[in-house]
C-alpha cells in the first residue's frame, strides 16, 4: 500500500533551470495538496485539485503551475526557479476535502542555487 | 483571516511525565480544528481532529486534544510521554464556515524532546 509516493526526494537546481516536482497517490483521493514548509514557517499552501481537470490557487501560488489530468497524479512544476523556492515540497491527498485525514508524501527537498 | 499560534517553538519533557503542547487559534465562524506529527525526514502523520461534539478528542498513539471555545484554544496531551514520541507537531485550523476548498491553516510547530 504505497499512499502518496512523490520524487524525486532530493533536488539541486540552478537558477532560471525548470523542473517538476512528481505526486502520485493510489488511494482513490478526490483532493490532492502541494504545501511547501520552510524552517520555523510551517505549512503554506501552494495548489490544489479537488478532482481531476480542476485545480486551484492556495496561498503562495506564484511561480508554481499545477495540472490535473488524472486521479491519481498531481504534478507540481517550477518554470524558472529562483532561490526563494528552496524549501522542503509536501504533497498530499484526502478523500473529502481539508476537513478529513491527509496523507501525506516523505517529500523533496529543494535548493535553487 | 484565519490563524494559529504555537506559542513554544520546542517541549522539553521526561519519560514518563505528562506533555503539554500548546495550540490557539482565530477563526471567524466555527473551526475545524487539527493535529499533525512529523517525524525526522518523513512527512506529516493525522494524530487527530476536532469537528464537533465532544470537546475531547482522542487520537493515535495514546494522545488526545481538548477543544476550549471560549480560550480558542487545542492543547495537545499525553498522560505518560515516550522517547519515541520526539517529533514536530503541528496545529492547522480551518474555518467551517470558510469559503475556499483547500485552505487549512499550519501553525509554526513545536519541536517536543522527550528525554529517558
Known amino acids: 500500500n504505497a499512499g502518496v509516493t512523490q520524487t524525486p526526494k532530493f533536488r539541486i537546481l540552478k537558477i532560471g533551470q525548470s523542473m517538476t516536482l512528481q505526486c502520485a497517490q493510489d488511494?482513490?483521493?478526490?483532493?490532492m495538496y502541494w504545501y511547501r514548509q520552510d524552517p520555523g514557517m510551517g505549512l503554506k499552501l501552494i495548489y490544489y485539485s479537488v478532482g481531476a481537470g480542476i485545480t486551484d490557487k492556495g496561498e503562495v501560488p506564484n511561480g508554481y503551475n499545477v495540472s490535473r489530468s488524472t486521479t491519481e497524479d498531481f504534478p507540481l512544476r517550477l518554470e524558472l526557479a529562483a532561490p526563494s523556492q528552496t524549501s522542503v515540497y509536501f504533497c498530499a491527498s484526502s478523500l473529502h476535502g481539508p476537513n478529513t485525514e491527509a496523507f501525506f508524501g516523505q517529500g523533496t527537498r529543494l535548493t535553487v542555487v | 483571516a484565519q490563524s494559529v499560534a504555537q506559542p513554544e517553538d520546542q517541549v522539553n519533557v521526561a519519560e514518563g511525565n505528562p506533555l503539554t503542547v500548546k495550540c490557539t487559534y482565530s477563526?471567524?465562524?466555527?473551526?475545524?480544528l487539527f493535529w499533525y506529527v512529523q517525524y525526522p525526514n518523513r512527512g506529516l502523520q493525522f494524530l487527530l481532529k476536532y469537528i464537533t461534539g465532544d470537546n475531547l478528542v482522542k487520537g493515535s498513539y495514546g494522545f488526545e486534544a481538548e477543544f476550549n471555545k471560549s480560550q480558542t484554544s487545542f492543547h495537545l496531551k499525553k498522560p505518560s510521554a515516550l522517547v519515541s514520541d520526539s517529533a514536530l507537531y503541528f496545529c492547522?485550523?480551518?474555518?467551517?464556515?470558510?469559503?475556499?476548498?483547500?485552505?487549512?491553516?499550519f501553525g509554526k510547530g513545536t519541536k517536543l524532546s522527550v528525554k529517558p
Open positions: 492547522a485550523v480551518r474555518d467551517k464556515d470558510g469559503g475556499s476548498q483547500g485552505n487549512l491553516i
Open positions: 477563526v471567524s465562524g466555527n473551526p475545524y
Open positions: 488511494m482513490n483521493h478526490n483532493y
